[in-house]
Structures are given as structure tokens and as C-alpha cells.
């Protein structure tokens, strides 16, 4: 009845909300655009060629300051 519209609005309050957090982050495609075919000496000390079939695989460890270590490292 009366409590209608109020849900009405704030689904689509929800909707805006959900809507800006998804324009706040880019596309990976755009991370791996930036790193593709790469060579790199990585924090762990090993090597990766990216885009091999045969080179390391690797993580990123978040936080203030980024390290990316190979998956054989991770452990
Ligand atoms: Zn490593």
C-alpha cells in the first residue's frame, strides 16, 4: 500500500549503488593488456615469461606495498 513506492526507491537506490561500485573497478582484460609478454624478475627472485606455456604462474600479495612472487614461492 503506502510502503510500495519506498521499496520501489530503495531498489533502486540499491540498483545506483551497485551500479557506481561496478564503474569503480576497470576490466581485468585491462591488467592483463598491461602485462602481456612480459619478462619479469619477480620479488621471489625466480623468473616469468608471461603468455608461455611453460613459464611460472604467479600471485600478487596485496597491501600497501605489492609483491608478486611465483605460485612455487606461494607456499
Ligand atoms: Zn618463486
Redesign the pocket.
Known sequence: MNEAPDNRNRIRESERIAEDQNHAYEDCERLKTLIRGGKYR?D???HVTLNHHFG?NIAIINGKDLKI??T??LY
Do not use: E, M
Request: glycine share 12%; hydrophobic share 35%; proline share 0%.
Open positions: 619477480l621471489c627472485g625466480h611460472n612472487i611465483c612455487l614461492c
